[in-house]
């Protein structure tokens, strides 16, 4: 079975600082695919980010970026720029590859981001 | 676009009751889901549809039932509810089994 953890319950940035979320996942298939999902406190689910392993190259989406580490099984998450609206819940997630039948994501238990002024 | 959409936003329920939350998308999508997410907690999926009258258990099942009759609506069931089952649940959908899920607004359900 899969493993996410997330070591950073809480963390503080200031605005237009940068911050780094930590990720470490356990697995033993070669193929899947990575997450980082942001829970502003509307509880809305919103993907930020998506990594497949089989790519070298660190998946970017403008202020936000991925360190994906295969060989050390770790995913973290920068935020450049930081603005209040990235204070949220964040969460990193794993699924592995299945084909041709639906594949689950295993959550880990969060990080929350808090961006003062 | 109105994507997934969950009713009702909050419930409370009496040990024993029943409920249905309900889960819409309009994205056309094939692959739909049910996660609960506990305090302080990930999502843990519940149940899966990869179409219309197609279904399977995820990690934590038990207490829960689904259909999905069409494309669109994939509501879960709770027969008889515990205080256990005091949670907020999400809905997601993806067009392909491999492909990025988006979520609903969720459904807070607290049972007493």
């Known amino acids: 079975a899969q493993t996410v953890t997330q070591s950073q319950p809480e963390m503080s940035v200031q605005e237009a600082e940068t911050v780094t979320l930590s990720c470490t996942y356990d697995?033993?298939?070669?193929?899947?695919?990575l997450f980082w999902y942001k829970q502003p406190p509307s509880r809305q689910m919103i993907l930020v980010i998506r990594?497949?392993?089989?790519?070298?190259q660190n998946a970017t989406e403008n202020r936000f970026s991925v360190n994906f580490q295969k060989a050390a099984k770790s995913f973290s998450l920068k935020i450049s720029d930081s603005q209040l609206g990235d204070t949220a819940m964040y969460f990193c997630a794993f699924m592995k590859y299945r084909g041709g039948t639906a594949s689950k994501l295993t959550f880990g238990t969060g990080t929350r981001l808090q961006v003062t002024l | 676009n109105a994507g997934v959409t969950q009713t009702p936003k909050f419930r409370i329920l009496k040990i024993g009751q029943s409920m249905t939350l309900q889960c819409t998308q309009d994205?056309?999508?094939?692959?739909m889901y049910w996660y609960r997410q506990d305090p302080g907690m990930g999502l843990k999926l519940i149940y899966y549809?990869?179409?219309?009258?197609?279904?399977d258990k995820g990690e934590v099942p038990n207490g829960y039932n689904v259909s999905r009759s069409t494309t669109e609506d994939f509501p879960l069931r709770l027969e008889l509810a515990a205080p256990s089952q005091t949670s907020v649940y999400f809905c997601?959908?993806?067009?392909?089994?491999?492909?990025?899920?988006?979520f609903g607004p969720g459904t807070r359900l607290l049972v007493l």
């Open positions: 549809s990869v179409g219309a009258g197609i279904t």
């Open positions: 990594q497949e392993a089989y790519k070298q």
């Open positions: 997601a959908s993806s067009p392909g089994h491999q492909e990025t899920q988006y």
């Open positions: 697995t033993s298939e070669s193929n899947y695919y």
């Open positions: 994205m056309n999508h094939n692959y």
